[in-house]
């Protein structure tokens, strides 16, 4: 523990203006970061007698071992900066709210030549147009499926498009008229973007156009007596308006707000937000929080603010913003949310009317929320808690190990050698801080030679840093001392976890000796009889099946073996797509796929001659020449194996395949072909 008075400034060193301030501790890892009007008198607040501070800026003081500041012009200028340095060095003691997923958006791409319909998760991309977010991905689906009656958007993958494109015949929902079928060309790129078009502006709460424009038309319809053509306009009709009463009124004068509840305790904080366009709750969605550091609810709606806004721009960022309670320096926030949205924003506390009922539904919420995730957490706490001890407990640890890391080695037949590295803090996953390996060591299938160079590599950088700064400390990554991020290697574990038996656990614990490191556990746990192996053990140590322990480690090693899989999966698919044209010199992406494009596939273009390669755009003779010795000096590749039927593949049929797991594979992994049990069998 620290004492502040160690590091405190001298008197009229820090200067009386704006500005944004970085506690860092001994290691140069920054654990907090502020903003204020006056630094001064902010930072003067740190330093006073311990007794007098809130107990978790006490905590956060002792902890740091320097202060350091920016100045800056305005406090605009100083909101943005604390945001920016909170995403980016992630420190301990700001409060963070944890989204407890992602929440899904309906999106339009209308940056594609043929706009798609579809969920989408994660970062919002240009040219795509968002509604949401939403509570849950079906919601979404219920709506599109209603709305294609009206307006029938494609929603089908590329890959799902290409094929129709290809063989002429549109899928399913072309052929019952809930999609246009541009890919068969039934309507033209413009008329499918009009309708995509008008499709948006329904989801913007422009409703009232297409209900009575459709309601002319059955009326037409059935006045010239097409009553087929009339019934199907008005279960068009009832299929919009059963869209429109998922989404019920809520403000009369269609408002554009954000409102935002919370609900607050001595620990956490909930936060609850909902979207409402047009007049409409378009969506839901909530955070929740530990407060790690002393703050108003001021404080906390301007952080949520922060979050929510960071990186939004445009009408993402609505007219009007109702929140609980307002920031200390609201005019700096309504400046900075009106920067980000290009005109004026009003941020205040609703005070009656409908505004005022909707905030206390917010609320309520919020509330609900906050019960619910404490009766979670508590359920979560102790079966954690409980874990860990049996853990240190059946190894004979002296404390609990906060930091588990596990490793795992991943092969094909001995080819595309991986390693990976996940890490548990607390019992839970930090995906952050997962790492991959190339063995490079040797070639060929050596599970105890790869565990010992991982393990060996892993720890070697770690020393070397060490010994350099004296400091624990993320060589391989850069943490340095004029560097505050986290970083993957910032800790060291408690206990290492190898996924395998006794060979496994004798190579990681013969690296750790070779590197003279004696204050890390090592144990290993084999698949078999899920039989938890220590160093120099004759016997395994057996955890009752019911243990929460052993549950506890056989998550960490299949959460090491899945990141494992993954990334090998993922180097044979790359081998797989090698080719020759690799080898040409000055040979880019651009001709390699003309060249592709004219012959139609690698098979084609190897019997070419040089004068029939010439004949491509782009393609000189010297470059053909060379293309040709390419293909003349390279190894003929085995035969691909559709390994789910056991038919040998043509050339063409294996690369359009290939190019289908790219694409199709979720989350970048490609998909391989084959069971589950039939992988099983050949992957390690």
Known sequence: ??????????????????????????????????????????????????????????????????????????????????????????????????????????????????????????????????????????????????????????????????????????????????????????????????????????????????????????????????????????????????????????????????????????????????????????????WVTDKVEAVTTGDLVEHALQQLYGEETGDSVPKEVLVPALPELVEPVQEWLAERRGSNVSLRIPQRGDKKALMETVQRNALQALGLHKTKRASDLTTRSRALEEIAEALDLGSAPLRIECYDISHLQGDDVVASMVVFEDGLQRKGEYRRFQIKGFEGQDDVRSMHEVITRRFRRYLAEKEKTGEWADGETGLTEEDGRPKRFAYPPQLVVVDGGQPQVAAAQRALDELGIDDIAVCGLAKRLEEVWVPGEDDPVVLPRTSEGLYLLQRVRDEAHRFAITYQRTKRARRFRASPLDDVPGLGETRKQALIKHFGSVKKLRSATIDQICEVPGIGRKTAESIAVAFAQAVPAAPAVNTATGEIMEEEEYETDAESETTEGSAGEPVSAGTSDERRGQER
């Open 1 to 286: 523990m620290a004492d502040p008075s160690s590091y405190r400034p001298k008197p009229g060193q820090i200067p009386d203006s704006p500005g944004v301030y970085k506690f860092r501790d001994e290691h140069r890892r920054v654990i907090y970061v502020g903003k204020a009007k006056s630094l001064r008198q902010r930072l003067a607040s740190y330093f006073q007698d311990l007794s007098g501070l809130h107990p978790r800026t006490r905590t956060m003081v002792t902890t740091a071992a320097s202060v350091e500041w920016t100045v800056v012009s305005t406090e605009v200028e100083a909101l943005q900066l604390e945001y920016s340095w909170i995403k980016e060095f992630d420190p301990r003691f700001n409060v963070k709210y944890r989204d407890d997923k992602s929440y899904p958006y309906l999106a339009v791409t209308m940056n594609e030549r043929f706009p798609r319909v579809q969920v989408m998760r994660g970062q919002k991309k240009k040219g795509v147009r968002y509604f949401g977010p939403y509570g849950h991905a079906w919601a979404i689906r219920d709506t599109v499926d209603l709305l294609l009656r009206v307006f029938p958007v494609r929603t089908c993958s590329a890959g799902v498009f290409k094929n129709a494109e290809r063989t002429g015949r549109p899928c399913l929902l072309g052929y019952i008229g809930k999609c246009s079928a541009p890919c068969v060309e039934r309507v033209s790129p413009e008329e499918h973007r009009e309708l995509a078009e008008e499709f948006c502006d329904f989801m913007a709460g422009r409703t009232g156009t297409y209900i009575r424009r459709l309601e002319r038309r059955m009326t037409d319809a059935a006045e010239e007596m097409e009553y087929e053509r009339a019934a199907r306009l008005r279960d068009d009709i009832e299929a919009l308006k059963k869209a429109m009463e998922k989404s019920a009124v809520v403000l009369a004068d269609a408002t554009d707000a954000d409102l935002i509840a919370l609900a607050e305790d001595e620990l956490e904080a909930a936060v609850q937000i909902f979207h409402v366009r047009g007049g409409r709750v378009r969506g839901q969605r909530g």
